[in-house]
């Protein structure tokens, strides 16, 4: 349904390239376009630079040095976790990129230590720093940044294809518009507001966006990862548990619990509280920890603990789609979705095409979103450079229906954060998400079908209110992809867990694509016969 | 979650306001920032790390509220310990330089 826009908006403006989210994917987006010669405008619903998980979190990047043994490591190494479903020619575009990129990050000063060996060590970033970095290196190449301005609906012209998008600065009020010719969805996965680290402004809000306008979902059914913290705690960092003992309350060693078995973490938490202590640490290996993950000691300094010495209760936090690999389906190596003038990077596309049906942690996502933010960001200024003078002057529309809508059926005042407890009811406990069930999974189902009628019959009052709605909307659309596609594969893969089907069927090694808001759909595709020739053309050369 | 603006130590930058991914902080005439939205709070310690004067803090409790008092907090270091941590703000250099993440991959097998 298209809407003709009636609304004054305070900010009217154009840009070559619109990027929406500004994390790792958003930020590298917007640097390729405007290196491109593109105008670029990059918005935030929070602040570019400490906005989402990589921020306040940092991680390792998958950063392999084109040495082809260490590359053939690097490829082979998660194929058979993420299921088989990965792609050897997109590895190897994503290795290749990364790479470029991250001496880029060194270049321009990100203070990478070196190794025993004197050498620069470049696999792990710091967010903090990382990010600040990023914000000032886009702005350095002219790129207009609006922060605490959430996306509220994309634009579509006459010729369907995407045309910009419109939203509002929550902290004043005011409504913007950004018309431009393609549009970069780089807005992260979904985490379902768990409070996971730096994840709660990552709500789905670009894949509804995107749906809205037509674009399709792939591997939705790769969303159920959980990082474990401190019971107490925000902090989702992981790595670190390699070296912990779980226990029950007593004390009793868990039998198979380990954070790379973190299915017996969940199962025993459905009964009891877990334990965990970092006691196979070495001694000399504790200075180095507080090093890499400064990050890792804040809630145990500050809550008087000693994580190597005293033993803490855990909890699993949903991550979704966020540590997931479903995401916006992306159609070429441009990183383009199905819709013209549409493209996506970083977690709010999927990253199967690296790794399947699973990522053990941030390496793998940080190197997709370095490399599909670089893509798409210079896809997407070729693209508008490819329309030359047809650009100017097409009539747009919003696509935006839940919340955006007015009218006489609805006269129910929405309930927001009603909606949002039930659907996080549905996804967050492990008997549901973890561990899968043909029935446990319908049931949810028709559950969040009926959010989503409710939402559908709702009108917000106010933009505040507004704001909140778009994202629960986002939430329970998410989450009925998630459903719908897990339903959908009758075997287990990947970190889709299915107890009525706990083996991999190799009939199934295909990917899900969903879509739809108010009929959604799924359906089977082939993997992909890559039909890139020769990768190595199109690795772009940092500037 | 966050728990403290302190007032004797803010000096009504507004950087909080600004940088806080969820929101958290308003914005109030001659007076440091409000915690408006509490309940938003993402326990993401961002706000910290951007305060120039080690102002906030930021309990590690992240779904339930806590209270703080401030001359303690201050007493055993914790206002500013994250900043100091990673090596950010006035004549400190930034210990993403001295990140040992190569040191603990290989302790991995």
Redesign the interface.
């Given at each position: 349904m298209l809407k003709t826009l009636t609304t004054d908006f305070e900010f009217d403006l154009e840009a070559d390239v619109l990027v929406i989210g500004g994390g790792p994917a958003g930020t590298w987006a917007a640097w390729s376009a405007a290196s491109s010669g593109a105008r670029v405008i990059l918005v935030d619903k929070?602040?570019c630079?400490?906005?989402?998980c990589a921020?306040?979190s940092g991680n390792?990047v998958w950063y392999v040095p084109p040495d082809p043994e260490a590359r053939e490591t690097a490829k082979a190494s998660r194929e058979s976790l993420g299921g088989f479903l990965s792609d050897r020619n997109w590895m190897d575009r994503v290795l290749d990129q990364t790479y470029v990129n991250v001496n880029q990050l060194a270049e321009w000063g990100?203070?990478?230590?070196t190794?025993?060996e004197g050498k620069p060590?470049r696999?792990?970033l710091?967010g903090?720093?990382y990010m600040r970095l990023m914000r000032r290196q886009i702005q350095r190449v002219g790129v207009k940044i609006l922060?605490?301005s959430p996306a509220l609906e994309l634009l579509v012209n006459e010729d369907a294809a995407v045309a910009g998008a419109t939203g509002v600065n929550?902290?004043t009020g005011s409504k913007w518009i950004v018309r431009s010719q393609s549009t970069i969805i780089a807005t992260g996965g979904c985490a379902f507001l768990s409070?996971a680290?730096?994840?709660?402004?990552l709500t789905g809000d670009g894949y509804l966006m995107a749906a809205e306008a037509g674009a399709e979902m792939s591997g939705m059914e790769f969303s159920n990862a959980y990082g474990i913290s401190?019971a107490?705690?925000?902090?989702t960092k992981t790595?670190?548990y390699?070296?912990a003992t779980f226990t029950y309350e007593d004390g009793t060693v868990i039998p198979g619990a380990s954070s790379h078995r973190r299915s017996v973490i969940a199962e025993t938490l459905l009964q009891q509280p877990v334990y965990a202590i970092i006691d196979k640490a070495?001694e000399s290996?504790r200075?180095?920890?507080?090093?890499?993950?400064?990050?890792f000691?804040?809630?145990?300094?500050?809550?008087g603990i000693d994580p190597f010495t005293q033993r803490f209760p855990v909890t699993l936090r949903l991550e979704g789609t966020v540590r997931g690999t479903g995401g916006i389906r992306i159609v070429d190596e441009t990183c383009a979705s199905s819709v013209r003038g549409l493209y996506a990077a970083g977690d709010a596309a999927t990253r199967e095409l690296i790794c399947g049906g699973f990522t053990g942690g941030g390496s793998h996502n940080a190197a997709w979103a370095i490399s599909s933010g670089y893509w798409s960001g210079k896809s997407a200024a070729e693209y508008t450079r490819s329309l030359g003078e047809y650009k100017t002057q097409r009539r747009v529309h919003g696509v935006g229906e839940v919340g955006l809508e007015s009218g006489s059926d609805r006269s129910q005042t929405l309930a927001t954060d009603e909606v949002i407890q039930a659907v996080q009811a549905e996804v967050f406990p492990y008997e549901k998400n973890y561990f899968r069930t043909e029935q446990g999974l319908s049931e949810s189902l028709g559950k969040l079908n009926h959010l989503w009628q409710e939402l559908r019959s709702s009108q917000v009052k106010s933009d505040k209110e507004l704001i909140r709605a778009r994202e629960a909307a986002a939430m329970v659309a998410t989450a009925r992809w998630m459903y719908s596609s897990a339903i959908e594969r009758k075997e287990t893969r990947g970190m889709h867990r299915h107890l009525d089907y706990p083996e991999l069927d190799t009939n199934q090694q295909h990917h899900l694509i969903s879509g739809g808001l108010d009929q959604v759909w799924v359906k089977s595709q082939p993997l992909l016969k890559s039909k890139i020739q020769n990768p190595k053309s199109k690795i772009g050369v940092a500037v | 979650m966050i728990e403290l603006v302190s007032k004797s130590r803010c000096i009504e930058c507004n950087i909080c306001v600004n940088i806080c991914p969820t929101n958290v902080f308003d914005r109030v005439p001659d007076a440091p920032p409000s915690i408006a939205r509490q309940s938003d709070c993402q326990t993401c310690y961002m706000c910290e790390l951007y305060c120039p004067v080690d102002a906030l803090y930021v309990a590690p409790e992240s779904d339930v509220t806590t209270s703080v008092n401030e001359a303690e907090l201050a007493e055993v270091g914790l206002l500013g310990s994250y900043r100091e941590n990673i090596g950010w703000g006035h004549k400190r250099t930034s210990t993403a330089k001295a990140d040992q993440t190569f040191q603990i991959l290989k302790q991995m097998k």
């Open positions: 929070g602040y630079g400490t906005t989402g921020a306040a390792g990100y203070p990478f230590p190794d025993d060590y696999r792990s710091q903090p720093e922060d605490n929550r902290q409070k680290l730096g994840c709660n402004v401190p107490f705690s925000s902090v790595l670190f390699n070296w070495a290996m200075a180095s920890m507080r090093l890499a993950q400064p990050n000691f804040l809630p145990f300094d500050r809550a | -």
